[in-house]
Nanobody, 115 residues
Framework: QVQLVESGGGLVQAGGSLRLSCAVS????????VNWARQAPGKQREVVAT???????NYLDSVKGRFTISRDNAKNTVSLQMNSLKPEDTAVYYC?????????WGQGTQVTVSS
C-alpha cells in the first residue's frame, strides 16, 4: 500500500519560515520524481517544486529563491523548506510521487501565512 504522509504545516507570520516533510512508503522511492503542490481556496492546484530522480529541481516562479525542495532516498522522505513566507503562500500543501503513469498524493497539510 502506497502512503504519503505530510507534516509540518501550521500558522506563521509573513516573513517567517516553515519546513514541510513527507514520508513515503510502499514504492521504490528513489525511482520516483517528487513534487510539492499547493491549492488555495477557489484556485487550481499548482506544483511549486519538483525534484527528479537525478536531483534536478524546478520551482514555480513565485517561490524561486524562497522555497527549497530536498529528498533523502535513504529515509524515503521529501522536504520543502519555505522561507520569507507571504500571505499568498497560504494553501493546503501536498506531497506527490510520480513515475510514468503512477501518480500518488498525500492528504495535504495546511499552511497559513498571516499578514
Amino acid at each position: 500500500q502506497v502512503q504519503l504522509v505530510e507534516s509540518g504545516g501550521g500558522l506563521v507570520q509573513a516573513g517567517g519560515s516553515l519546513r514541510l516533510s513527507c514520508a513515503v512508503s510502499g514504492v521504490r522511492f528513489n525511482s520516483y520524481s517528487v513534487n510539492w503542490a499547493r491549492q488555495a481556496p477557489g484556485k487550481q492546484r499548482e506544483v511549486v517544486a519538483t525534484m527528479t530522480i537525478d536531483g534536478s529541481t524546478n520551482y514555480l516562479d513565485s517561490v524561486k529563491g524562497r522555497f527549497t525542495i530536498s529528498r533523502d532516498n535513504a529515509k524515503n522522505t521529501v522536504s520543502l523548506q519555505m522561507n520569507s513566507l507571504k500571505p499568498e503562500d497560504t494553501a493546503v500543501y501536498y506531497c506527490n510521487a510520480k513515475r510514468n503513469w503512477m501518480d500518488y498524493w498525500g492528504q495535504g497539510t495546511q499552511v497559513t501565512v498571516s499578514s
